[in-house]
C-alpha cells in the first residue's frame, strides 16, 4: 500500500490539486498555505538510510 503522505502527494499531482505538506509541529500560516508543498520527508528518509550504514 505504501506511505500515506506518499500516496496523498502522488494523487494530488495526477489531479492537480495542491496539498499542503508542513513538517511536523511547523506553524502554518493559512494566508500563505501555498508555500507548504516542500516533500520534507524525502530528506528524513534519505537521513536515516545514510544512519544505517554508519
Known amino acids: 500500500m505504501g506511505d500515506p503522505i506518499k500516496q496523498i502527494t ?3 499531482q495526477k489531479e492537480n490539486l ?6 511536523i509541529g511547523e506553524i502554518v500560516d ?3 498555505i501555498e ?3 516542500e516533500h520534507w520527508w524525502e ?3 534519505y537521513f536515516f538510510h545514510i ?3 554508519i
Open 30 to 32: 493559512y494566508r500563505k
Open 18 to 23: 495542491n496539498v499542503a505538506t508542513p513538517k
Open 51 to 53: 544512519m544505517k550504514e
Open 10 to 12: 502522488t494523487r494530488s
Open 35 to 37: 508555500t507548504y508543498q
Open 43 to 45: 530528506n528524513v528518509e
